[in-house]
Antibody
Framework: QVQLQESGPGLVKPSETLSLACTVSGGSVISDTFCWNWIRQPPGKRLEWIGYIHHSGSTNYNPSLKSRVTISVDTSKNQFSLKLTSVTAADTAVYFC??????????????WGQGTLVTVSS | EIVMTQSPATLSVSPGERATLSCRASQSVSRNLAWYHQKPGQAPRLLIYGASTRAAAVPDRFSGSGSGTEFTLTISSLQSEDFAVYYCQQYSNWPPYTFGQGTNLEI
C-alpha cells in the first residue's frame, strides 16, 4: 500500500521560499497511472488544492497560486516537491501531499500524507 | 472557480442514528463530486467519489447521492469513529479542484 510522507522546514520567513518534499513508499512516482498533488489547509479554513505533477512533466496549478508555485518530481529519490515563493502569513497552513489518478480528466486524491505545518513568521 | 457550500456547519447526532450532510455547487459539476472525512490531526480520508461510489474499504453505512449542483452524504447508523469533519470536493471544472468549508459531525 502506498504511503506518502511530507518533510521540510516548519518555519519560513516572510518573502522567502517555502520548500517541501513528499517521499513515496510502496509505489513509484514513475507511474503512468497516477499524479502527485499538493493540498494545503490554513488553520480553521477549508482545504485548498495547490496543484499536481505527472512523471511525464505535465503539471496543473491552482490559478490563484500559479505565479508562485513550482511542483517537480525527483525519480532518483522517489519524491516530489513543492516550492512556493514570496510567502506571507496567508501561506501558513498544514501542507498535504496526495496521490490521484491521472488520465487527463479530474480525479479526487485518494491517498494522502499526514501533513506538515508550515508557519510563515519572522 | 466553482464554490462549494456545505450545510449545516455543525450537526449533532447520537450514535446509532442517521446523519445527512449536504453540499451545493455554484454551478453544475455533473457527478464529479467526492466526500472526505477528517479527524483532528489526521489527513482527510476519501469516502465517496463519482457522487455515489464508495472508495476501497469504506463501510456500506456511507452512501452518496445527487448530481448537478445538489449532493448528499448519508451515514445510516453512526459509529463512534464517524464523528469528524466532512468535506465535499468537486473535480469537474478544474483547475482548480475546490472543497467545501466542511460540516463538523459531533456527538
Amino acid at each position: 500500500q502506498v504511503q506518502l510522507q511530507e518533510s521540510g522546514p516548519g518555519l519560513v520567513k516572510p518573502s522567502e521560499t517555502l520548500s517541501l518534499a513528499c517521499t513515496v513508499s510502496g509505489g513509484s512516482v514513475i507511474s503512468d497511472t497516477f499524479c502527485w498533488n499538493w493540498i494545503r489547509q490554513p488553520p480553521g479554513k477549508r482545504l485548498e488544492w495547490i496543484g499536481y505533477i505527472h512523471h511525464s512533466g505535465s503539471t496543473n496549478y491552482n490559478p490563484s497560486l500559479k505565479s508562485r508555485v513550482t511542483i517537480s518530481v525527483d525519480t532518483s529519490k522517489n519524491q516530489f516537491s513543492l516550492k512556493l515563493t514570496s510567502v506571507t502569513a496567508a501561506d501558513t497552513a498544514v501542507y498535504f501531499c496526495a496521490r490521484g489518478y491521472y488520465d487527463g480528466s479530474g480525479h479526487p486524491p485518494g491517498e494522502w500524507g499526514q501533513g506538515t505545518l508550515v508557519t510563515v513568521s519572522s | 472557480e466553482i464554490v462549494m457550500t456545505q450545510s449545516p456547519a455543525t450537526l449533532s447526532v447520537s450514535p446509532g442514528e442517521r446523519a445527512t450532510l449536504s453540499c451545493r455547487a455554484s454551478q453544475s459539476v455533473s457527478r464529479n463530486l467526492a466526500w472526505y472525512h477528517q479527524k483532528p490531526g489526521q489527513a482527510p480520508r476519501l469516502l465517496i467519489y463519482g457522487a455515489s461510489t464508495r472508495a476501497a474499504a469504506v463501510p456500506d453505512r456511507f452512501s452518496g447521492s445527487g448530481s448537478g449542483t445538489e449532493f448528499t452524504l448519508t451515514i445510516s447508523s453512526l459509529q463512534s469513529e464517524d464523528f469528524a469533519v466532512y468535506y465535499c470536493q468537486q473535480y469537474s471544472n478544474w483547475p482548480p479542484y475546490t472543497f467545501g468549508q466542511g460540516t463538523n459531525l459531533e456527538i
